[in-house]
């Protein structure tokens, strides 16, 4: 099965501007969690979505979204960039996201805003 | 939030087992303890996880601790490509929400 796959890679945008990363779970896979790393604050949950539906939510401000479609692909959407938002971006799926289940990560997308 | 605590960085010399030791005392009764590592430059990948009982599989053992706030996770014998941060997780059940709370990992060196 092909893995989890994130695009964009790389990104740079300046501040104000509005970004949106995509991601691909591993067939059949119906859970997707997004997560944000940074040197001073780690790895962060953002959301998780499941059969299209946001399930679990982290503590960040509405100005991190997501939507998933019915192939279970994800976008998460960063609307109004703060140089603080800079930071490499996980999306990581699993069957159906139960507290067993192994998630898979896919290789991020580096955002950098200027 | 459930959570982890974890030494900053350890070392190993190559072919020596490693114990990578995580606190969890504030754990709750149906929290399992997942590990994860990240290589450089990659996403983390899934290394043991267990909820009681000892585990172990091809990558690694996972010894829990009879009280089950903490856990030591054990490589065999520690190779270069084991060097990474090695990230204690507990998955948390609390009010039906099924997310991960990273800690801030261990860096583990291993030396040739």
């Known amino acids: 099965k092909a893995g989890v796959t994130q695009t964009p890679r790389y990104l740079i945008k300046t501040r104000g501007q509005q970004v949106t990363l995509s991601c691909s779970p591993i067939?059949?896979?119906?859970?997707v969690s997004w997560y944000q790393q940074t040197p001073g604050q780690g790895l962060q949950f953002l959301f998780e979505?499941?059969?299209?539906?946001?399930?679990n939510k982290g503590n960040f401000p509405g100005r991190f979204s997501g939507r998933q479609f019915s192939n279970s692909r994800s976008e998460m959407n960063v609307s109004t960039l703060e140089l603080g938002d800079s930071a490499l971006y996980l999306c990581?799926?699993?069957?159906?996201?139960?507290?067993?289940?192994?998630?898979?990560f896919g290789p991020g997308t580096r955002l950098l805003v200027l | 939030d459930a959570k982890t605590t974890q030494p900053n960085s350890m070392e190993s010399n190559e072919e020596e087992p490693v114990h990578l030791p995580c606190n969890h005392s504030?754990?709750?009764?149906?929290?399992?303890i997942h590990w994860y590592r990240q290589l450089p430059s990659q996403g983390p990948e899934y290394v043991i996880h267990?909820?009681?009982s000892n585990v172990n599989n091809r990558m690694a053992s996972l010894a829990i601790a009879e009280d089950r706030k903490s856990s030591t996770l054990i490589l065999h014998r520690a190779t270069l490509r084991d060097a990474a941060v090695y990230y204690c997780?507990?998955?948390?059940?609390?009010?039906?929400?099924?997310?991960?709370?990273f800690g801030t990992g261990t860096r583990l060196k291993v030396l040739a």
């Open positions: 997780i507990l998955r948390d059940s609390a009010s039906g929400t099924y997310k991960y709370i």
């Open positions: 990581a799926s699993s069957p159906s996201g139960g507290l067993q289940e192994t998630q898979y």
């Open positions: 504030t754990i709750s009764g149906t929290d399992y």
């Open positions: 267990g909820l009681t």
């Open positions: 979505y499941f059969s299209e539906t946001q399930r």
């Open positions: 067939s059949g896979h119906r859970s």
